[in-house]
């Protein structure tokens, strides 16, 4: 398996509900980000965790951060049809370096 | 504020033809340059980044090269496209390294179709 996997691989909630979002890494990492893709778009930044965080707020959004299991989840609450999305979870290994490892994503739907 | 565009949307071309595909960055300075193919509902695969003018690293063995010849441009080229070149292609910046948060900012990407 590849650093940075989330899951599930799809998720199906009701509008309203609150969507949760799993990614799992192997080495130790300097930060870990969210991204969301629309579908046939680029990403956009949602949300960036740094290792010594173990939560993060950022209006709906809510991440945790575990380094001791290697694992971040990705909360949104009072989910809305327009958060219907791809969400993907990026690590990078050290202070300052360039390249992110992007997960293969957490395909979101939300039915109205 | 920062753009980052990309160019063109969609793209279909025959097995063995030339590609060349560009995106720039405007409203910042030596940003760092990244170009990403992600094939269809899956995660993204890093090609090639850049720190500077010329200086490209190449992130894994395939059919395309990438060069850039000024500060905020970046091209993706490739001299003979095969059928697995087909994908989604995208670019995207980040501040120069030195500090911890680097996130990364995307174009809208390129839909590359072979033939």
């Known amino acids: 398996s590849q650093q940075g996997e989330e899951d599930p691989q799809a998720l199906s909630i009701q509008e309203g509900e609150n969507a949760t979002m799993n990614c799992s890494y192997k080495t130790s990492i300097n930060n870990l980000q969210w991204y969301r893709q629309n579908s046939g778009r680029g990403l956009v930044h949602l949300i960036l965790i740094r290792s010594n965080e173990r939560e993060k707020h950022s209006g709906r959004l809510r991440v945790t951060l575990d380094t001791s299991k290697k694992s971040s989840s990705l909360l949104i609450t009072a989910s809305r049809a327009a958060d219907t999305a791809s969400y993907f979870c990026?690590?990078?290994?050290?202070?300052?370096?360039?390249?992110?490892?992007f997960g293969t994503g957490t395909r979101l739907t939300i039915i109205p | 504020s920062q753009t980052i565009h990309q160019w063109p949307a969609t793209l279909v071309q025959p097995v063995g033809s030339p590609l060349s595909l560009e995106c720039t960055v405007e409203?910042?300075?030596?940003?760092?340059l990244y170009w990403y193919r992600q094939a269809a509902g899956r995660g993204l695969q890093l090609l090639f980044y850049?720190?500077?003018?010329?200086?490209i690293s190449s992130e894994v063995p395939q059919n395309l090269s990438a060069s850039r010849p000024q500060d905020r441009q970046f091209i993706l080229s490739s001299k003979k496209l095969l059928l697995s070149d087909s994908g989604f292609y995208l670019c995207a910046w980040s501040r120069i390294a030195g500090g911890s948060d680097n996130e990364q900012f995307f174009g809208p990407g390129t839909r590359l179709t072979v033939l």
């Open positions: 990026a690590t990078d290994k050290d202070f300052g370096n360039e390249k992110l490892t």
């Open positions: 850049s720190i500077g003018i010329d200086q």
């Open positions: 409203g910042t300075s030596n940003p760092n």
